[in-house]
T-cell receptor, first 117, second 116 residues
Framework: ETGVTQTPRHLVMGMTNKKSLKCEQHLGHNAMYWYKQSAKKPLELMFVYSLEERVENNSVPSRFSPECPNSSHLFLHLHTLQPEDSALYLC????????????????FGPGTRLTVL | AQKVTQAQTEISVVEKEDVTLDCVYETRDTTYYLFWYKQPPSGELVFLIRRNSFDEQNEISGRYSWNFQKSTSSFNFTITASQVVDSAVYFCALSDPNSGNTPLVFGKGTRLSVIA
């Protein structure tokens, strides 16, 4: 398998459920990202991990909890979500950007379409 | 702050027409990269092109071409002889490779519909 994969592709959950989104990259990259794509909004960066350490968190509510156990896997744990959290959640990876001079060419997975009832 | 503006929200063209998608960016940095991504109905963003701020040469790849003009801070994308398979949302993005871990800044996207 190549590229960036995400599971599940579709998820419907109630506001009291706990679920997790999974992302896996097979590109040998060291940086991984979670983005949220809502209708009529630009892509919103949620979390960035570089070498398995979180380096950026754009003030995301605590009901979203990321986990990066190794450079190939990234999870997004969901808990007590709201209907407005319904969106397409995209995972991406890139070569490690630490050190400057590199570019942030990111490769994206197909996304998980999340619906919160 | 960095910003990317894609003023065209939606464009519809008839197959075989040429279409240009506009992208205007703002940055205070002298070194940066510009990108175009395509998002077909399947959802994933597909990388199309990366352009270094020091390289203003236009690029052509098959039916795709890009016009980078630093003087107007624009990085426009043209599809020649459009096809139905070109229907997708196209995103322009900007990054600054020297700002550490700052990721891409995306525009809001332009939805292109190519009608047979």
């Amino acid at each position: 398998e190549t590229g960036v994969t995400q599971t599940p592709r579709h998820l419907v959950m109630g506001m009291t459920n706990k679920k997790s989104l999974k992302c896996e990259q097979h590109l040998g990259h060291n940086a991984m990202y979670w983005y949220k794509q809502s209708a009529k909004k630009p892509l919103e960066l949620m979390f960035v991990y570089s070498l398995e350490e979180r380096v950026e968190n754009n003030s995301v509510p605590s009901r979203f909890s990321p986990e990066c156990p190794n450079s190939s896997h990234l999870f997004l744990h969901l808990h007590t979500l709201q209907p407005e959290d319904s969106a397409l959640y995209l995972c991406a990876s890139s070569q490690d950007r630490v050190g400057g001079g590199t570019y942030n060419e990111q490769f994206f997975g197909p996304g998980t379409r999340l619906t919160v009832l | 702050a960095q910003k990317v503006t894609q003023a065209q929200t939606e464009i519809s063209v008839v197959e075989k027409e040429d279409v240009t998608l506009d992208c205007v960016y703002e940055t205070r940095d002298t070194t940066y990269y510009l990108f175009w991504y395509k998002q077909p109905p399947s959802g994933e963003l597909v990388f199309l092109i990366r352009r270094n701020s020091f390289d203003e040469q236009n690029e052509i790849s098959g039916r795709y071409s890009w016009n980078f003009q630093k003087s107007t801070s624009s990085f426009n994308f043209t599809i020649t002889a459009s096809q139905v398979v070109d229907s997708a949302v196209y995103f322009c993005a900007l990054s600054d490779p020297n700002s550490g871990n700052t990721p891409l800044v995306f525009g809001k996207g332009t939805r292109l519909s190519v009608i047979a």
